[in-house]
């Protein structure tokens, strides 16, 4: 049972995976074969790839999950460790590492399979938050049993927790009104709410900051009685896998830094679209130099 005893700008609790990514001329129809121009295999997970996210923008991140004790969940740990996440709180077992296999056509749109055979979310205890210390904390939703244990843990202290809601199910239904900040796909919203406009309104009621990410279309946001939108960067897409999990990663490394709201969201925009622009979730998270560029030539109007 690890024991968390170091300090982090940011915590990211959740889904580790190893991902397939084939580039194709187009989504396969019935029963056809389809021949890839390219594969690329490399980590993936939301909650992963933000913890990367965090660490290559130069924060102090970690990630605490699961990964198999097989081929993909020892490829998937080093790529971890070589970009600078702390990987002391990764339960290894003899259950797959969860496998995605993803498609990606021409303009950047993609289909996903996830395959996670008989590998089950982690129990409460699994891990021993007891010594652990840092600013913020991200959760994805797929170990809930775990995340509801650590945000009891803090309910009595002032770090910031958000949670990475890509889809509605028990987990984000478990966690989306204990958490500081709510941050939602548009898939999540309309599986929420009949359109995002509601559903932004019925969120706020659940959590003090709610954004919905809507893609190249930008984001809305709502806090209290104030609410916003924001253009999304002006990028060309190659592949839209992981944008939202650097977008999750880099808006919780923002609220570590304690910068303000606004500039929050524009940091966050900035590493999603930044990770449109390359093949693959993992190989398309920014640098810091990548980051701080875009960051400094783009405003939104």
């Avoid at 004790?69 to 077992?93: C, F, M, P």
């Avoid at 010594?131 to 170990?143: M, W």
Wanted: net charge negative.
């Amino acid at each position: 049972m690890p024991l968390l005893t170091a300090s982090f700008d940011v915590l990211c609790l959740g889904h580790a995976s190893y991902d397939l990514v084939f580039s194709v001329p187009h989504h396969p129809n019935a029963d056809e074969k389809l021949f890839a121009d390219s594969l690329l295999g490399c980590g993936g997970g939301p909650a992963a790839n933000a913890a990367v996210t965090v660490a290559k923008l130069g924060f102090k991140a970690a990630f605490a999950g699961y990964l198999g004790r097989d081929a993909y969940g020892d490829n998937h740990l080093k790529e971890l460790q070589i970009a600078g996440v702390s990987t002391d709180w990764v339960i290894r077992g003899d259950s797959p590492t969860p496998l995605s296999v993803i498609m990606v056509k021409p303009d950047g749109k993609r289909a996903l399979i996830n395959y996670k055979g008989n590998t089950k979310a982690l129990p409460a205890d699994s891990i021993d938050f007891s010594e652990v210390s840092a600013k913020t904390i991200l959760f994805d939703g797929h170990e809930p049993q775990l995340s509801l244990a650590l945000l009891e843990k803090f309910n009595h202290k002032t770090i910031h927790s958000i949670l990475d809601a890509g889809s509605l199910h028990d987990g984000t239904r478990a966690l989306m009104d204990k958490v500081s900040y709510l941050v939602c796909s548009e898939k999540f919203a309309l599986e929420f709410a009949k359109d995002t406009k509601s559903a932004l309104s019925q969120l706020a009621a659940l959590s003090p900051n709610v954004v919905i990410t809507l893609g190249e279309q930008g984001l809305i946001w709502q806090r209290g009685q104030e609410s916003g939108q924001l253009a999304a960067p002006p990028v060309t897409a190659v592949d839209t896998t992981g944008a939202g999990d650097a977008f999750h990663g880099a808006f919780a490394a923002a609220i570590a830094a304690k910068l303000d709201w606004l500039e929050v969201l524009r940091y966050a925009s900035v590493a999603g679209a930044l990770c449109c622009t390359k093949m693959g979730a993992r190989l398309g998270l920014p640098s810091l130099q990548q980051h701080s560029q875009l960051m400094s030539s783009w405003q939104p109007t």
